[in-house]
Nanobody, 119 residues
Framework: QVQLVEVGGGLVQPGGSLRLSCVAS????????MGWHRQAPGKQRELVAR???????NYADSVKGRFTISRDNAKNTVYLQMNSLKPEDTAVYYC?????????????WGQGTQVTVSS
């Protein structure tokens, strides 16, 4: 199994920046992709950004050019750098890991961290 713990989040003014971290533990060798999702009140959870083991990244259109996903394999950590934050970025942000267990693809989620963009 894979366990994920998010660090970061909080309250920031519009135009500000935040960095989220997600630390993976457990069967980390089985992870083939990690990503960040978010869920705003009354809305469905949506993909924000994802990075695969070969470094391929993809982003939601709404965050392209403002958010950057990266990873530090030595620290088993994935980051989400969020710049030029907007009130509509307010949501609970979740880290997600895609991994394989017994040839079966599985997913693991972190507990979520609140990001609030407000003046």
């Amino acid at each position: 199994q894979v366990q994920l713990v998010e660090v970061g989040g909080g309250l920031v003014q519009p135009g500000g920046s935040l960095r989220l971290s997600c630390v993976a533990s457990g069967s980390i060798f089985s992870i083939y992709a990690m990503g960040w999702h978010r869920q705003a009140p009354g809305k469905q959870r949506e993909l924000v950004a994802r990075i695969t083991n070969d470094g391929t990244t993809n982003y939601a259109d709404s965050v392209k050019g403002r958010f950057t996903i990266s990873r530090d394999n030595a620290k088993n950590t994935v980051y989400l750098q969020m710049n030029s934050l907007k009130p509509e970025d307010t949501a609970v942000y979740y880290c997600k890991g895609d991994y394989v267990a017994g040839s079966i693809p599985k997913q693991s989620w972190g507990q979520g961290t609140q990001v609030t963009v407000s003046s």
